[in-house]
Nanobody, 126 residues
């Protein structure tokens, strides 16, 4: 059974930084295509954050986080990290990682992902 585990959430003040990690317990799933990050704030729809195409290392970002967030991977540990800098109150949300984009489309299509983590909370105070 495939599991994704996110770690690293917490509370910071605006302008601060946090680093999230997502570990996939299955190497085949990890290497299939994308590992992506999404977030969802209370009362709002799930929002794309970014993704990495694990085979080649290409990264993709939503406009809202471009230049502030960086995705990297430690392939030996099947782990993708999300470094979040210059955090803003509007970045507050539950952050989820997802793996195995089933339909070969764009990284940001949330419903296409087969596996999801349980989420980790990020709270940014002003």
């Amino acid at each position: 059974q495939v599991h994704l585990v996110e770690t690293g959430g917490g509370s910071v003040q605006a302008g601060g930084s946090l680093r999230l990690s997502c570990t996939v317990n299955d190497e085949t799933t990890y290497n299939k295509n994308f590992v992506a990050w999404f977030r969802q704030a209370p009362g709002k729809e799930r929002e794309r954050v970014g993704a990495i195409y694990t085979a080649g290392g290409d990264t993709f970002y939503a406009d809202s986080v471009q230049g502030r967030f960086t995705i990297s991977q430690d392939a030996a540990r099947n782990t993708v990290s999300l470094q979040m800098n210059d955090l803003k109150p509007e970045d507050s949300a539950m952050y989820f990682c997802a793996a195995d984009q089933r339909y070969g489309g764009a990284w940001y299509v949330a419903k296409a992902y087969k596996y999801w983590g349980q989420g980790t909370q990020v709270t940014v105070s002003s």
